[in-house]
T-cell receptor, first 113, second 112 residues
Framework: KAGVTQTPRYLIKTRGQQVTLSCSPISGHRSVSWYQQTPGQGLQFLFEYFSETQRNKGNFPGRFSGRQFSNSRSEMNVSTLELGDSALYLC????????????FGNGTRLTVT | GIQVEQSPPDLILQEGANSTLRCNFSDSVNNLQWFHQNPWGQLINLFYIPSGTKQNGRLSATTVATERYSLLYISSSQTTDSGVYFCAVAPYSGGGADGLTFGKGTHLIIQP
C-alpha cells in the first residue's frame, strides 16, 4: 500500500505570494490532516478534513485554508505569505475509527524569502 | 488547551544502551501516539496508546491514563534509533475530533 504522498517536496516563494500544497492519503483513508513544523513552535495542528468537510481547525489565521476532494486528496493554501510561514508542512491520513494511528507524508519544506 | 511535556529534551547514549522517554499531559486523553522523526524529517508512527502497554520489537510503551503520563522504552539502542521522539495527544473532551497536540520532543543521539 502506498503511503501518504506530498508534493512538491521543496518550495521557495516570495513574501506576499500564495502557495498551494498537495497531499494524497493512503488508499481508503478519508481523514486528512495538516500540521506545520517550525523550530520555534514545533508541530502545530492546522486542520483536518473528512469526506470533503473540514472537521476541525487549529489556531491559525484565515490566510491558511484547505480543501478535500471526492477522492480524499487534499490541498492546503497559504495566501499573502509571510517570512514566518517558512516551515515544514506535514500531511497525515488515518482510518475512520478514532483509534486509527496517524500516518505522515514526507512533508513539503516551504521557504519564504 | 491541553499541555504536553516531554523529558528529557536531549539524550546521548552509546549503542546498546537502554532508554526511557517520558510524556506528561495536563488533561484526560482519548488519543495518545508516539512518533519518531528521523534525520530526514520523516515522522513514523510508533504506537497508538491512550492507555495500557504495547510492545513492538525493541520498543515498548506504557500509558497510565489516570496519572496522565506515558513512557517510551527503547532497549539495545542502535544508531538508526537516532532522531526526535514526539508524544502527541488529543483531549478526551474533544470526542476524538481534535487535532493532536505535540510535545516538543526528545532529541536522541545514539553513538556507535
Amino acid at each position: 500500500k502506498a503511503g501518504v504522498t506530498q508534493t512538491p517536496r521543496y518550495l521557495i516563494k516570495t513574501r506576499g505570494q500564495q502557495v498551494t500544497l498537495s497531499c494524497s492519503p493512503i488508499s481508503g483513508h478519508r481523514s486528512v490532516s495538516w500540521y506545520q513544523q517550525t523550530p520555534g513552535q514545533g508541530l502545530q495542528f492546522l486542520f483536518e478534513y473528512f469526506s470533503e468537510t473540514q472537521r476541525n481547525k487549529g489556531n491559525f489565521p484565515g490566510r491558511f485554508s484547505g480543501r478535500q476532494f471526492s477522492n480524499s486528496r487534499s490541498e492546503m493554501n497559504v495566501s499573502t505569505l509571510e517570512l514566518g510561514d517558512s516551515a515544514l508542512y506535514l500531511c497525515a491520513s488515518r482510518g475512520d475509527t478514532n483509534n486509527s494511528p496517524l500516518h505522515f507524508g514526507n512533508g513539503t519544506r516551504l521557504t519564504v524569502t | 488547551g491541553i499541555q504536553v511535556e516531554q523529558s528529557p529534551p536531549d539524550l546521548i547514549l552509546q549503542e546498546g544502551a537502554n532508554s526511557t522517554l517520558r510524556c506528561n499531559f495536563s488533561d484526560s486523553v482519548n488519543n495518545l501516539q508516539w512518533f519518531h522523526q528521523n534525520p530526514w524529517g520523516q515522522l513514523i508512527n510508533l504506537f497508538y496508546i491512550p492507555s495500557g502497554t504495547k510492545q513492538n520489537g525493541r520498543l515498548s510503551a506504557t500509558t497510565v491514563a489516570t496519572e496522565r503520563y506515558s513512557l517510551l522504552y527503547i532497549s539495545s539502542s542502535q544508531t538508526t534509533d537516532s532522531g526526535v521522539y514526539f508524544c502527541a495527544v488529543a483531549p478526551y473532551s474533544g470526542g476524538g475530533a481534535d487535532g493532536l497536540t505535540f510535545g516538543k520532543g526528545t532529541h536522541l543521539i545514539i553513538q556507535p
